[in-house]
């Protein structure tokens, strides 16, 4: 699992983003950079990163608040990184759900130990769903497809990132402010517009009304549910 896992930076310092780029790659891991929260949230979302290094001190949010948000529909490890070393930070990140905390400045080889101990442990967990199919939808995360009743749909990267989110959060609703700050952008969080256009797009493309939703619902003046018939 090691040698082809994805991890995810999230970090808003391009010399530590670059930094542990050259260091994960140069041990054969696939990398993903989040200068900012919003950007990390939505690659946490469509590209199902193995692990999450996550920066503290991030321009938009809050790490914890991006850890609690995590939490709320994945148990990826997550890795905190934070030049605060008090205890009480170290403490509050674990008991948020991080599985680890380094301080910088930090060592590329304890980092990369830390990195390799979770993997491991994650190896006799369950799999994130990775693939939803109900005879009909087809959904395929690992490789960024949808198909309807055997034909492949193409998808802008914004109805796909729609698609991809809702299906994480399958049963439960998704609130329009989550959507948009996730895929849009932490200043977009009231442009509800631009997810009707793309919802409603979507729909169109998945032959799926509205009034009659068999995978898309609208929960009015709050959000959006994936009803999944699996």
């Known amino acids: 699992m090691t040698s082809a896992a994805r991890v995810l930076v999230i970090d808003d310092e391009a010399q530590i983003r670059k930094f542990l780029d050259i260091g994960l790659r140069a041990e054969g891991y696939e990398v993903l950079l989040a200068a900012n929260a919003a950007e990390g949230l939505a690659l946490a979302a469509t590209r199902s990163p193995d692990l999450v290094i996550l920066d503290i001190g991030l321009p938009d949010r809050e790490g914890h608040d991006v850890l609690a948000e995590l939490r709320q529909w994945t148990h990826v490890p997550v890795i905190m990184l934070s030049v605060r070393d008090a205890e009480s930070e170290k403490v509050k990140a674990l008991d948020a759900g991080a599985n680890d905390y380094v301080t910088k400045p930090f060592g590329i080889q304890e980092l990369m130990a830390r990195l390799r101990a979770l993997l491991r442990a994650r190896q006799g967990e369950p799999e994130a769903m990775q ?82 939703p068999r995978w898309l619902k609208t929960e009015p003046g709050v959000g959006y549910r994936f009803i999944s018939g699996v």
């Open 131 to 212: 693939r939803y199919d109900d005879g009909s939808l087809v959904i395929d995360l690992g490789r960024r497809e949808v198909w309807l009743d055997g034909a492949q749909l193409s998808l802008t990267r914004k109805e796909y990132a729609v698609l991809a989110l809702l299906l994480r959060h399958a049963g439960r609703v998704v609130t329009q402010q989550q959507l948009l700050r996730e895929i849009w952008g932490a200043t977009h969080t009231h442009d509800s517009h631009y997810l009707r256009i793309v919802v409603g797009k979507l729909r169109q493309k998945l032959g799926d009304d509205p009034t009659t």
